[in-house]
């Protein structure tokens, strides 16, 4: 019965381990076009689930009260898209006189200049008690500005 309880406390991880476990064996199923259709799957269905489910947990007066916080929301967003793009850029030019591999650098620089995945600001913000609604407000509105304007990483193509 104790094996039982733990599986039920831990279902997520031992989820997250038997997708990894499957994908090993199976990879084909994972690939763009293959059965999964993980180019539709992923950038949109999944992301749409997730800001549906964090929306039916809030109420509408917290989403709208979290709106009208325009200091808050420039400033998330300066400081994800200017800021710690800027940052990480500095850093890469301490690393460029060491003899780390210069694919890496460039792998750093490239992850650097993305916005929080959506899951993560949503879910990290929640499980702290944080305001979830300017979380997901920002989140979407920091991902839209980067995927339709290509604004990420201003600083570092000049």
């Known amino acids: 019965m104790r094996l039982l309880e733990r599986m039920r406390k831990d279902w997520f991880m031992i989820g997250i381990v038997l997708a990894i476990a499957g994908a090993k064996l199976e990879p084909s199923i994972g690939v763009n076009g293959g059965p999964l259709k993980p180019e539709i799957t992923v950038s949109y ?3 749409a689930t ?3 489910n964090s929306g039916l947990s809030l ?3 917290e989403l709208t009260s979290a709106l009208v916080h325009l ?3 420039l400033f998330i967003q300066i400081f994800t898209l200017a800021f710690f793009p800027a940052t990480i850029w500095l850093f890469l030019q301490l690393l460029s006189i060491t003899p780390i591999n210069e694919w890496l ?6 992850v650097g200049c993305m916005p929080p995945p959506v899951s993560s600001a949503v879910i990290l913000t929640k499980a702290v008690g944080g305001n979830e609604a300017a979380a ?4 979407a509105f920091g991902s839209f ?3 339709k304007h290509g604004l990420t990483c201003l ?3 000049l």
Request: glycine letters at 4%.
């Open 59 to 61: 109420k509408t007066e």
């Open 136 to 139: 997901i407000f920002n989140s």
């Open 50 to 52: 997730i800001f549906f």
């Open 45 to 47: 269905i999944a992301v």
């Open 155 to 157: 600083l570092l193509l």
């Open 71 to 73: 200091k808050l929301h």
């Open 145 to 147: 500005l980067v995927s």
């Open 105 to 110: 650098l460039k792998g750093l620089q490239t």
